[in-house]
């Protein structure tokens, strides 16, 4: 007899209850049926796994269905407002309809946008990949964790990552829903750890081994591609973390959800609805009409020269008040970074050779000695400050001269303002 034919022959084992040999890799007897241990192990796993995925796919989702519905309309408007390619967005359209804007937040106090930045996109791409990802992650979190959980978990996460991203990189212009879908993704990733021991095996496993590289390969992307902003993307994903380990999920035996979580879930929803009201209120964006969907996904050069006006207008209205005080304390950051918006929106306007060009030109001379007027503030002796005073009114005159003041209620029927 050769090794091979040895190898090749099949293994048995003595059948505990009628004590014939059968085969090893069957389950039951071949003589009287009997299963092994192993086997009704296996059968009661089997079973217990498909009771579970049963039952959750039993729940409803709405609100997964309910948010893209938000981004799908919200992106809608901004598409009406115009400017929308493939993968850009006009950065004015942007700002006006609420994404996370820095100076915006530091000097006009819209702390609303931490939220409406959430649901607003750049560009048809964006707005495919994250919606189709949060159709994936976010239908398999509702059915876990349940409709109100679900809210607050999305919402939160949404909030901490703009936060992350306000903090971490505030350069930025920032917009999408993507914050919080790794925030989804954190929720998924600590569930499978932290409820391994009462969830089927197949399952923990199966989320160990699809969740945690698709997040890492996510997170590598996001270093790699500069316009992505991965501060926000972590932000997200260690706020759902540390949600997902103290919000439980919504167990197969709980019929009704605790009213404690209702109400979370009604309030989250409230300044939801608050902020886009207030994003609404605040809207000084270009009119919204069907000629603006195919317009090319960039701002005129009137609407970056009426926005740096305005900044120019908000740093004048916040310096008057500091140098009428002669407080040595008054502090004029919030002045200075209205300047500083204002160049910078112009160093980033399109270029021209038209009149609009000398125009640009006029109001950036404004704000850099607007900037320089608040630094020199900062830095001299009270006495000195009546010159400081003396050439603010010389800049604002200046401005009115040209009609730049006036330009701020032009700047409603204006593209990009």
Not at 11 to 32: H, K, Q, S, V
Not at 215 to 240: K, P
Not at 280 to 304: C, V
Not at 362 to 378: D, G, S
Request: net charge neutral; hydrophobic share 45%; glycine share 6%.
């Amino acid at each position: 007899m050769t090794l091979e034919k040895i190898r090749n022959e099949p293994a048995f084992r003595d059948c505990p209850a009628c004590g014939n040999p059968t085969p090893l890799e069957r389950a039951d007897c071949i003589y009287c049926g009997h299963k092994s241990v192993e086997a009704l192990v296996a059968e009661q796993e089997a079973a217990r796994a498909s009771s579970f995925i049963d039952a959750l796919f039993a729940r409803s989702n709405p609100f997964t269905m309910i948010f893209i519905g938000i981004n799908l309309g919200v992106f809608a408007l901004e598409w009406l407002a115009g400017g929308m390619g493939s993968l850009s967005a006009d950065i004015m359209v942007l700002r006006a309809m609420g994404a996370k804007d820095n100076p915006l937040i530091n000097t006009q106090h819209e702390y609303w946008r931490f939220i409406t930045s959430n649901f607003l996109h750049i560009g048809f791409l964006h707005l495919l990949f994250n919606n189709y990802a949060l159709m994936i992650i976010g239908q398999e979190i509702e059915r876990i964790y349940g409709s109100a959980r679900f809210v607050i978990l999305y919402i939160v996460t949404g909030i901490v990552a703009s936060m992350a991203s306000y903090y971490f990189n505030p350069e930025v212009t920032s917009a999408g829903a993507s914050g919080s879908i790794f925030g989804l993704f954190g929720v998924m990733a600590a569930f499978g750890f932290k409820y391994r021991k009462e969830l089927p095996e197949f399952l923990s496993k199966n989320i160990k081994r699809q969740i945690i590289p698709v997040i890492i390969i996510n997170l590598a992307f996001g270093f790699i591609v500069r316009i992505v902003d991965n501060s926000a993307h972590i932000g997200g994903l260690l706020s759902g973390i540390a949600l997902a380990f103290i919000i439980p999920y919504k167990r197969l035996d709980e019929k009704k959800t605790a009213g404690a979580w209702r109400s979370l879930q009604i309030i989250c929803l409230a300044v939801a609805l608050i902020s886009f009201v207030a994003a609404f209120r605040n809207y000084d964006g270009p009119e919204l009409k069907f000629a603006n969907l195919g317009r090319n996904p960039q701002t005129s050069i009137r609407g970056y020269v009426a926005q740096a006006n305005k900044a120019l207008i908000d740093s004048i209205n916040f310096f008057i008040p500091s140098l009428n005080k002669r407080d040595e304390r008054a502090d004029t950051s919030t002045a200075l970074e209205a300047a500083e918006r204002g160049i910078k929106l112009l160093e980033n306007s399109p270029d021209t050779e038209d009149q609009m060009d000398t125009l640009r030109q006029l109001v950036m001379n404004l704000l850099i000695r607007q900037k320089q007027l608040i630094e020199r503030f900062n830095q001299m002796n009270p006495k000195d400050w009546e010159k400081i005073g003396s050439e603010e009114e010389a800049l604002i005159k200046e401005a009115k001269q040209n009609g730049l003041i006036q330009m701020e209620k032009e700047a409603d029927n204006e593209s990009g303002v």
